[in-house]
């Protein structure tokens, strides 16, 4: 049943997937949040475990960055291995001045300077979360009293770039609450297969505090984030 990318067996990955970019950070959920979790993959160095979580099944694994990387393995875990519910969860930066570090970003849809959707559409596809799982992510964030923005994200292709630093205040200026660089093709692919996708990203880089998060902190202290992924996934969960 091995894919190019990934060597799980047969049902060795569950039907619902939370996906880090950083597959350090999914070996740190599943030792940390996850019961008895057991290695699926390493090919390429992309962790996946697949682990108990409040009784159900539950599996978690790296993506890398970009949308080129993370549509590799989204379309090889709806396709070949049944994932029918995925939740992406990650770092994103804002130039929001509301946006506080830490707080949780809740993508309804992604905006993107990728040019992947124009080569397969013939016009500008939109994509967008599934809005139960969107839904139940965010009441369960406001009777946490969690830091919670729901909106559009941007998905962009270049982390660094030549262009001036305000290249992204055009898209801020429209509403736009958080940048990352995964998010629409994550809604894109799950259309495509019928499945259920939503994204989370914690605010990493913010104008509202210039230093950041340290990588230790992105790596570690995403606990709300996570819980919060969990408890929604868990509901759709075996």
Request: charged share 20%.
């Amino acid at each position: 049943m091995a894919t190019p990318h990934i060597r799980a067996k047969e049902g060795e990955i569950a039907k619902c997937i939370l996906l880090p970019g950083d597959p350090r950070r999914a070996k740190f959920i599943a030792e940390n949040f996850l019961e008895n979790p057991v290695l699926f993959n390493d090919v390429r160095g992309i962790l996946g475990y697949t682990g108990i979580y409040k009784g159900r099944r539950v599996s978690v694994m790296g993506t890398g960055m970009g949308m080129p990387s993370i549509s590799i393995y989204v379309n090889e875990l709806m396709s070949q291995y049944g994932v029918k519910v995925a939740r992406r969860i990650g770092t994103c930066g804002s130039q929001n001045p509301e946006a506080k570090l830490g707080d949780v970003l809740m993508a309804q849809g992604c905006c993107t300077t990728s040019r992947i959707n124009r080569r397969m559409f013939n016009g500008v596809y939109a994509p967008v979360a599934d809005f139960e799982l969107l839904r139940t992510a965010y009441l369960k964030a406001k009777e946490r009293g969690a830091g919670v923005a729901v909106g559009n994200v941007l998905s962009s292709d270049m982390f660094y770039s030549l262009a001036p630093d305000d290249r992204f205040k055009n898209w801020f200026d429209f509403g736009v609450i958080g940048v990352e660089m995964e998010g629409a093709a994550l809604y894109t692919v799950a259309r495509k297969y019928g499945a259920r996708a939503l994204m989370l990203c914690t605010v990493s880089d913010s104008v509202s505090d210039p230093k950041g998060m340290t990588p230790e902190q992105r790596e570690t202290s995403l606990t709300n984030m996570i819980t919060l992924a969990l408890d929604t996934i868990w509901e759709y969960a075996e």
